[in-house]
T-cell receptor
Framework: DAKTTQPNSMESNEEEPVHLPCNHS???????IHWYRQLPSQGPEYVIHGLTSNVNNRMASLAIAEDRKSSTLILHRATLRDAAVYYC???????????FGAGTRLTVKP | NAGVTQTPKFRVLKTGQSMTLLCAQD?????MYWYRQDPGMGLRLIHYSVGEGTTAKGEVPDGYNVSRLKKQNFLLGLESAAPSQTSVYFCASSRTPSGETQYFGPGTRLLVL
């Protein structure tokens, strides 16, 4: 399985943008890039996913490098409720499971 | 819709005891999954099901059994609990396996003494 590398932790100030990086240098052409987040004492929650093009939804934006070896999750205005562990996951198109790494723990300061 | 629910929320077992964790989803999803999460780590897949009556092993299946007798329910069993199975267990479901979102339950915290 292709693996991802994320920083262990990041800090942000409230109402500022946050860029969460993810490296996936061994990604294959059919791997989707998924992002989930896990708030304290809750199950993971879907954030966004993409294949080749940048993606936007109401929660975040996903910027994918042209060579697809890295991606960045962008929270446009961080709030205290965005404090969570963010997981970057690669999923083969017909894969039945997701391999979670340790993720990035985002702290948002007021 | 309740989404994905899990029963119980918390349980304490003694080594060697057995128990069953119940996961239920009301979204008519075909695919269901059981994960475990140990402190400070990401989730690891135990078993999954691609439809009623079918199950398959995930990354860490040893010591667990599962059953999917009804489409909306996915049961995780521990026949003889061990301290190494102390963890938080999450159930998830999805409509299809690939690019689709997985919806997670709130988790079951299990402590094995």
């Amino acid at each position: 399985d292709a693996k991802t590398t994320q920083p262990n932790s990041m800090e942000s100030n409230e109402e500022e943008p946050v860029h969460l990086p993810c490296n996936h240098s061994t990604i294959s052409g059919t791997d989707y890039i998924h992002w989930y987040r896990q708030l304290p004492s809750q199950g993971p929650e879907y954030v966004i996913h993409g294949l080749t093009s940048n993606v936007n939804n109401r929660m975040a934006s996903l910027a994918i490098a042209e060579d697809r070896k890295s991606s960045t999750l962008i929270l446009h205005r961080a709030t205290l409720r965005d404090a969570a562990v963010y997981y970057c996951i690669l999923r083969y198109v017909n894969n039945n499971d997701m391999r979670f790494g340790a993720g990035t723990r985002l702290t948002v300061k007021p | 819709n309740a989404g994905v629910t899990q029963t119980p929320k918390f349980r304490v077992l003694k080594t060697g005891q057995s128990m069953t964790l119940l996961c239920a989803q009301d979204m008519n999803h075909e695919y269901m999954y059981w994960y475990r999460q140990d402190p400070g780590m990401g989730l690891r897949l135990i078993h999954y099901s691609v439809g009623e009556g079918t199950t398959a092993k995930g990354e860490v299946p040893d010591g667990y059994n599962v059953s999917r007798l009804k489409k909306q329910n996915f049961l995780l069993g521990l026949e003889s609990a061990a301290p190494s199975q102390t963890s938080v267990y999450f159930c998830a479901s999805s409509r299809t396996p690939s690019g689709e979102t997985q919806y997670f339950g709130p988790g079951t915290r299990l402590l094995v003494l």
